[in-house]
């Protein structure tokens, strides 16, 4: 960032002696597996491909291994932390190892899936360890609240990871893949070995890179283009004609792919996100 002295990041001891201060023991329901490697952290900042014209949103920092890498190189980070003990201690932690940061954190106790603003200037990028369990729908929310972001990188389970970057065609293609799709062009950055957390969690790691793009050019609303890809995907063996049943008449429905260009015996996973908006088009919303 400039010529002062920059974090120093958490080591294996220092993850372990902050959370026996906390009395903190990791629980799966938050999905907590704090990283404890600092040049994993460094990676995942790298690859999100952050410059100090940044002001970065970090999700679940926890004890502050993520956060300290961010401070690095970013103008800004804004943390959001729903757990108040967490929270709390961070700015501490960051005045500790990076006092010449410092004024360049600010951390918020929110639950990100429910958040509705972030103080501060407009977030340009997101880049964050999310807790596992909630990853997607906080992922969604977030690149929905904040059309300010422009790109970031998430690390995520890796079946989740696979999920988010698939294409059309692929096994994995979902709503995730489609609703991704919406906002940004998504890839896959990369695996993230388990001895690099503390506790090592029972699953792999993949990392998440994104950059935005404007969504299709539609008539529908994105609501309505996201119920239709969420019908689609209900029941994967079913044709569109009849998964899409659920939202139109049988005779609505057929009209509706036959303008938007769709074989009705075409299944979800064959289509992208601007055939879903076309279909959307077509269908008789209530207003």
């Not at 001891?13 to 009395?23: G, Q, T």
């Not at 100090?52 to 890498?69: F, R």
């Not at 200037?121 to 609240?145: E, K, M, R």
């Not at 063996?237 to 009209?255: H, M, S, Y």
């Amino acid at each position: 960032m400039s010529t002062s002295a920059g974090p120093r990041l958490l080591g294996p001891a220092d993850v372990r002696s902050l959370a026996a201060e906390l009395d903190l023991r990791p629980t799966k329901q938050r999905g907590q597996n704090f990283v404890i490697d600092a040049n994993t952290v460094r990676r995942i900042v790298r690859e999100s491909g952050i410059t100090e014209d940044d002001v970065v949103i970090e999700v679940g920092p926890g004890l502050g291994s993520l956060t300290l890498a961010l401070l690095e190189v970013a103008g800004r980070v804004m943390a959001i932390e729903v757990d108040d003990k967490l929270a709390a201690r961070l700015p501490e932690t960051i005045a500790t190892y990076a006092p010449n940061q410092a004024d360049r954190f600010e951390v918020v106790l929110a639950d990100a899936m429910r958040v509705e603003q972030i103080p501060g200037p407009p977030p340009t990028a997101l880049v964050a360890n999310l807790p596992y369990n909630v990853s997607v729908p906080v992922l969604l929310h977030l690149l929905a609240l904040l059309p300010s972001l422009r790109h970031g990188l998430v690390m995520v389970q890796s079946e989740v990871a696979d999920r988010l970057a698939a294409a059309p065609g692929s096994k994995v293609y979902g709503v995730p893949s489609v609703k991704a799709a919406w906002y940004a062009d998504v890839r896959r950055a990369g695996a993230i070995g388990r001895n690099v957390f503390w506790p090592a969690p029972n699953v792999d790691s993949g990392l998440v890179a994104w950059t935005s793009h404007e969504p299709p050019v539609t008539t529908a609303t994105r609501e309505q283009v996201f119920t239709v890809v969420d019908a689609a995907f209900a029941h994967r063996r079913k044709a569109l004609r009849g998964a899409l049943r659920v939202l139109a008449p049988t005779d609505a429905v057929g009209d509706a792919l036959a303008a938007a260009g769709v074989d009705p015996l075409a299944r979800g996973e064959s289509l992208t996100v601007a055939d879903f908006a076309r279909i959307a088009e077509g269908l008789p919303w209530e207003s």
